[in-house]
C-alpha cells in the first residue's frame, strides 16, 4: 500500500505542476493574457488547450487503490473536470475571436489553478 501511496500521489503532483508548467510557458510568450488576432496566436492556443484538456483527462482517470485518498479523489476530480471545462471556454472565445469572452477564460482558469492548489494542500 505505501507504494501505491507514492505512486499516486507522485502522478497527482507531476500532472499538477504540468497544468500549471502549461498555463505558465503558453502566458510567457502571450503575456498579459491579452487576446492577439495573430494567426500564431490562435495556432498556439489551440495546441495549449488540446495539451491541456488532455492531462485533465488523463489526471481525472488517476484513480488510487488505497480507500483513503476516495473522497480527495472525488474533489480532485471536479477540478479536472473544470479544467476541461474552461479550457473549452478558451478554445471557443479564441475561435471566434471574443476578446471579452477571453478575459472572462483567463479569470476562469485562475480560479481553477487556485482550487488546484487547495486540493494538493488538502492531498491526504
Known amino acids: 500500500p505505501r507504494e501505491n501511496d507514492f505512486r499516486y500521489t507522485r502522478s497527482v503532483n507531476e500532472g499538477a505542476t504540468r497544468l500549471i508548467r502549461l498555463t505558465n510557458d503558453f502566458r510567457a510568450r502571450w503575456p498579459d493574457g491579452k487576446f492577439s488576432s495573430r494567426t500564431e496566436f490562435r495556432e498556439e492556443f489551440t495546441v495549449y488547450a488540446s495539451n491541456m484538456t488532455c ?18 479523489d472525488t474533489r480532485f476530480d471536479g477540478v479536472m473536470s473544470d479544467y476541461v471545462a474552461v479550457m473549452e471556454q478558451g478554445r471557443e472565445s479564441v475561435r471566434t475571436r471574443n476578446v471579452s469572452d477571453y478575459r472572462r477564460f483567463n479569470k476562469r ?6 482550487t488546484l492548489s487547495e486540493a494538493l494542500l488538502a492531498l491526504p
Not at 492531462?55 to 480527495?72: F, G, Q
Not at 482558469?109 to 487556485?114: C, P, S, T, W, Y
Request: proline share 4%; glycine share 0%.
Open 109 to 114: 482558469l485562475d480560479e481553477v489553478n487556485a
Open 55 to 72: 492531462a485533465a483527462m488523463s489526471l481525472r482517470d488517476l484513480k488510487s487503490a488505497v480507500p483513503r485518498y476516495a473522497e480527495w
